[in-house]
């Protein structure tokens, strides 16, 4: 995608599948669990390359890997939790938000 090997957008792959699997380690089978990673991994190159075409300041990746991510992460719950449900998945996100935002 940018014509060399990236260092940075690999490292922030990697903890950006850690941090959307971590919603919930419990449930998933082993490739669930891979899947999902995967997809956090891909999803954290999208939302740095956005928020840098937004000129949203964020030189760490921080708000992509742990925010964007962790949005994602909470709702791949769904996947594999017949218990959880998009309502209070909703609910727990807004009360997150409210937490890290309201301090």
Do not use: C, Y
Request: charged fraction near 10%.
């Amino acid at each position: 995608m940018f014509g060399k090997a990236d260092l940075t957008m690999a490292l922030n792959g990697a903890l950006a599948g850690l941090v959307a699997i971590t919603a919930e380690p419990a449930d998933p089978t082993p490739l669930l669990a891979t899947l999902i990673g995967a997809a956090g991994g891909t999803i954290v190159v999208v939302s740095i390359i956005t928020l840098d075409k937004l000129k949203i300041d964020d030189p760490v990746g921080a708000i992509s890997v742990h925010g964007t991510v962790g949005i994602f992460g909470i709702f791949a719950v769904l996947l594999s939790d017949p218990d959880a449900t998009f309502v209070g998945q909703l609910v727990g996100m807004l009360v997150i938000f409210g937490w890290v935002f309201g301090r």
